[in-house]
């Protein structure tokens, strides 16, 4: 079974930065393309940024030039470096395999940006 846990959230001032972890266990890692994602109270929850399995990125437009996703297959770890945060970037942030169907949610976990 596949299991994410997200680590590294916080409360951070604007402009501030935070790096997210998240451990995937289950299934072969490598193989996973992973995304990003955060929800925030009366949003769906939506994809922030995503790295394929060869290490293509993409991210959301709100995000470009600000966040940063990498992957290290030897740790089953992917991450999230956050820079220049601003108040709409808090939310609970997920992690999940986006190539894994039904995705598999962790608990998540939260960030909250304010002065």
């Known amino acids: 079974q596949v299991h994410p846990v997200e680590s590294g959230g916080g409360l951070v001032q604007p402009g501030g930065s935070l790096r997210l972890s998240c451990t995937v266990s289950g299934g072969t890692f490598s193989m996973y393309a992973l995304g990003w994602y955060r929800q925030a109270p009366g949003h769906q929850r939506a994809m922030v940024a995503n790295?394929?399995?060869?290490?293509?990125?993409n991210y959301a437009d709100s995000v470009k030039g600000r966040f940063t996703i990498s992957r290290d297959n030897a740790k089953n770890a992917v991450y999230l470096q956050m820079d220049n945060l601003k108040p709409e970037d808090t939310a609970v942030y997920y992690c999940?395999?986006?190539?894994?169907?039904?995705?598999?949610w962790g608990q998540g976990t939260q960030v909250t940006v304010s002065s």
């Open positions: 790295i394929g399995t060869t290490g293509d990125t």
């Open positions: 999940a395999p986006s190539n894994y169907y039904p995705r598999p």
